[in-house]
């Protein structure tokens, strides 16, 4: 890996950020707060969150559907990222990430444009709910 790659970053309680970084392990690390673990989104897209984010406390972010995963199954809860996040391209060819096309970035940005908090129902289930 190596350049740079143009990414969104996501913080608790904020819209989503562009920014350019280098395309090292450490630059991804230094913006989620520690060591990364990766989440697959549809169209390419790749999240690196912090991997014991929840274990260590950091706020809860934002909800990631089914449907962000993989393009189907609706809006059904299936991750709650903790703290800081960020989405990248990702070219499964040669196994590096990429900068997000403008069509992804847009996407995201609107995607995640609205930060959002977490409510457990009478029944059990969690709901991301959009905080305006």
């Known amino acids: 890996m190596n350049g740079t790659i143009n990414i969104l970053a996501i913080k608790p309680g904020e819209q989503p950020e562009r920014l350019t970084i280098d395309n090292t392990l450490e630059a991804k690390q230094k913006l989620v707060g520690g060591y990364i673990e990766a989440f697959g989104l549809m169209d390419g897209a790749c999240i690196y ?53 403008p069509q992804q970035a847009e996407y995201w940005m609107h995607r995640f444009h609205e930060p959002e908090t977490f409510v457990q129902t009478m029944d059990g289930s969690i709901h991301a709910i959009p905080i305006r």
């Open 49 to 101: 969150c912090n991997e014991e984010g929840k274990i260590d406390g950091m706020p809860l972010n934002r909800g990631i559907t089914m449907n962000d995963a993989t393009g189907e199954g609706g809006d059904e809860l299936v991750e709650i990222m903790a703290g800081t996040f960020i989405i990248c391209g990702f070219n499964p060819d040669s196994g590096e990430d990429t900068s997000l096309t």
